[in-house]
């Protein structure tokens, strides 16, 4: 295999630590991992493995496609999208997975088909996925085996009272069901407190370094860093300019490095002339517009930086987000497949 000349720094114990971090701000809640999408894009097998060391038992996708992909791992994962005709020959015969029913008509297909043990989600606010709680209580899911009953909060992320009633509604259907388990909180509903923790959480964006409440200010650790190999430096003289539409000009002869790394790979435009790349800790700006696969430094405070060295690009979440004004999921989730993953 060719080494890409671009790649993902993956910091395996910070992973391993934020999860730790989040179990113990469940208290007595088991603590699962949602690694759908990839494993929020750092992939999702060397992900589930170091969690599973870790000793997380529960993992969330989307896709069966994606549960798929996990089967050989000895894991539990539950299938959040549910269960479609399209599905059922793999998810009947899937040890490994169990659908995550969220209509009527998935919880038919699957008492129909006799299928094994499921989840249930249950709609308590957000008007996305989910039966609505009347259809809970009203034995819609008698004879079905149902593990983990959930729920999904809209706004963990704010300090807003929908919260509590979103856990009032979600609270009211203990004991109402067969299920084993209740299930509510994602990364920031953790931060909300024990009431929201119910049997187990469903932590993702934090444990990938994701910093959305100040709670987990200074807890959660950075985990992904792309990094990229110098192309070409350069010397570009005083009054010249450097890459599309000429929107950086060199008002001093300046030193210009050219790196593997552009917005087909997620680094995306707003970061034009706004983000920064770091070798030996020195601070080396972006310069001009980002191309489609390549991005411009100023590189003058590192003299000895060449052709086929490696720059680390700034990406803190929380950082990247405020600076670019996406959000810390699409920050993540966008890095694209020419990077190497490379678990450090
Ligand atoms: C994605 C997802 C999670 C994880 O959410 P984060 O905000 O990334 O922690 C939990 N539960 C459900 C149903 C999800 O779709």
Redesign the pocket.
């Known amino acids: 295999m060719i080494p890409a000349p671009l790649r993902l720094a993956l910091d395996g114990d910070a992973l391993a630590a934020n999860w730790r971090t989040l179990a113990g701000l469940s208290g007595p809640a088991a603590c699962g991992a949602?690694v759908?999408a990839n494993g929020y894009g750092l992939g999702a097998r060397e992900v589930v493995t170091r969690l599973a060391e870790a000793g997380c038992r529960d993992f969330?996708v989307a896709t069966w496609k994606e549960a798929a992909a996990l089967g050989d791992l000895g894991v539990k994962v539950s299938v959040?999208h549910g269960v479609r005709d399209e599905d059922l020959s793999v998810a009947l015969t899937a040890d490994f997975a169990r659908p995550v029913l969220n209509t009527v008509r998935q919880v038919r297909r699957w008492r129909e088909a006799g299928g094994g043990p499921c989840d249930v989600m249950v709609d308590t606010g957000m008007n996305r996925l989910g039966l609505t709680p009347d259809d809970v209580v009203s034995g819609l899911l008698d004879g079905l085996t149902v593990e983990t009953l959930m729920s999904?909060l809209a706004s963990a992320d704010e300090a807003v009272s929908a919260n509590a009633v979103q856990r009032d509604a979600f609270a009211a259907l203990a004991g109402r069901s067969s299920a084993r388990r209740m299930s509510l909180a994602?990364?920031?509903g953790i931060a909300l407190g024990a009431s929201y923790a119910f049997d187990l959480t469903?932590?993702?964006?934090?444990l990938y370094g994701g910093v959305q409440v100040p709670a987990f200010d200074g807890r959660i650790r950075q985990v992904v860093t792309p990094q990229a190999q110098v192309l070409q430096r350069r010397l570009v003289p005083a009054g010249q300019a450097v890459g599309y539409n000429a929107t950086w000009e060199a008002t001093a002869p300046t030193e210009v490095a050219i790196v593997n790394l552009g917005y087909a790979d997620g680094y995306l435009r707003c970061f034009s002339g706004r983000g920064m790349a770091r070798a030996s800790g020195l601070e080396l700006p972006v310069i001009g517009r980002v191309s489609m696969d390549l991005v411009a430094l100023d590189v003058s405070a590192a003299p000895d930086l060449a052709e086929g060295d490696w720059v680390s690009i700034d990406y803190s979440l929380p950082h990247t987000a405020a600076l670019s004004g996406l959000s810390q999921y699409e920050l993540i989730t966008g890095l694209g497949a020419r990077f190497d993953r490379l678990w450090v």
């Open positions: 949602a759908k969330f959040l999904h994602n990364s920031a469903r932590p993702g964006i934090a």
